[in-house]
């Protein structure tokens, strides 16, 4: 390249200078011919003139030389970048070839991978298109389950009971026992027209009066049975008809005087409400009761039938609910002539005078045979009375030696329940009259001492008074009550009334009672029971030990501290 610019430089000097002389030998051309002889002189003005032409072709040269030195450093640098960009391009083509080799590797696994997925994919869509059919079944199940469950409601209580008895009679020994009950089921509706529900209870199978267990026989399991089973027809276009059949609470107004409140009575109820709109009254009820309580194979059943009529009264503050109840008992001889099983039995036997048989125990857990008393006689083996709490009712015997009542029964039940309210929403006055009265009762010409004595009448009549201020409906509710009670001897049947009063029957009775409502599903109570044999006279009257017929018998005092939860 240097090379090259000297040859460019010298032909420019040179044409330089020769463009800077040329003038000069023109002008003096002539004079060169007319002094030929003569040499031109060389003044100091031409060697400046010379000098100063120099001096600017070396400025120009030195410019030139700088140009073409910036020119060589800048292809210098082009050509560097240049080299760089190529560097640059190659290890790009070599990356980009590399990342086509990886490409073309990857596409052949995802060729590979895709083909699998797509396999899987059929697969997955058969699955789910299977899962989808068996969701869409499982949603309809539950559906279903969901809406039968909707329609149900479960419920049932714990109750823990203290109990005590005493008694100041020589010979009477202080009772302390714990009791438990457990109740459970389900209530609801089948459809727009049934309801229905399954109850379970603890308690003995021989005794239908009581659902409690008590805290004895060295902590086994206690008995579980079917408490209540029904279905009642209630018609949505017909709301005034209800039709029951099953084992069922009670369908009736009633009291503890005509049935045990833990009894739950089989067979069937029909009832006809009709709300009205006539001043003061605001419902009149209709209702027929049919109830199985022994069938047999081979000769006629026994049963009650009857019917009540009642209505709902509203003045003011006042409202009253009375009504009035007949209930005939077809047969009841068959509940003194009741079978192991039914008696639940623990030992079994017999006391015929030309066959006897020692007591042998058996596997029952029930109360047994009801044994007669005062005078009265009962077989004390199978078949024998039926009444867990004792037979108090009249009873003879056939002359095959059978026993039977001394009187039918036909039940004439009135009842008046009021409510005043007293101004306080929590505290209602709540006034109970009861008067009973077994139609079918014969006359005593006898008392069953075996002497002869006035008639007593018909033992017939029952009557009952019960008063309380308060409820047990929400938190912190108070109820305190006292019930009054004078029953006869025949006036109901001694198997099915009241377990825990001082005897079914033949009894005058004092109970005072508390409820409070500690919680919402929670209530403590306390009931004071205070009962004697009304008239000791009368056969199978309850006596204390050592009490003779025609003594007054002393009061019985029964205590019960009960904390009962609901669910």
Known sequence: MKSVLRWC??????????????????????????????????????VQVLRQALTAQQQQIEELRQQLQQTNQALQQSQQQAQQQLQQAQAAATEAQQKASSVETVATEQKDTVAKLNNDLADVKTTLTNTAVNTQDEQKRMSALEGLVGRFRLGG????????????????????RGRVRVRFGFDGKLNEDFTGGVYLATGSLGDPTTTNETFTNFFDRKTIGLDKGWITYNPLAHKWLSLTGGKFAYQWQRTQ?????????????????????????????????????????????SYAV?????????LGRWTATPSFMVLNWHLPDALLQASAFAVQATTTGSTSLTTPVPAIPVPGEGPGCAAGRNGGKLPSFPPCAFAANGMTNSTFLDASGKPHFGSPFLYADFILNNQIKTGVSRLPLNLLLEYEDNLAAKEHPVDFTGALATNLGKQSHVYLADISLGQVKNKGDLQFGYAWLRQEQDSVIASFAESDQRAPTNILQHRLYALWKARAN??????????????????????????????IEPWLNRLQFDLIYSF
């Open 9 to 46: 430089v010298v032909p420019l000097l040179a044409t330089t200078l020769v463009a800077q002389t040329a003038p000069s030998q023109t002008t003096t051309k002539p004079k060169t011919r007319k002094t030929a002889k003569s040499s031109p002189a060389v003044t100091a003005a031409d």
């Open 306 to 314: 009857g019917g009540q009529v009642s209505s709902k009264l509203e």
């Open 257 to 301: 005087v005509t049935g045990d409140p833990d009894i739950n009575p089989e067979g069937f109820n029909q009832k006809l409400s009709f709300d009205t709109h006539v001043p003061f009254v605001k419902n009149v009820t209709f209702q027929g009761m049919e109830l199985l309580f022994n069938e047999v194979t081979n000769g006629p059943d």
């Open 522 to 551: 929670t209530v403590a109570s306390f009931t004071w029971w205070h009962g004697r044999t009304l008239n000791t006279n009368l056969e199978n009257a309850v006596l204390g030990p050592g009490l003779k017929p025609g003594q």
């Open 157 to 176: 209580d714990v109750r823990i009971r203290g109990e005590s008895q005493f008694q100041d009679q020589p010979g009477f020994f202080d009772r302390n």
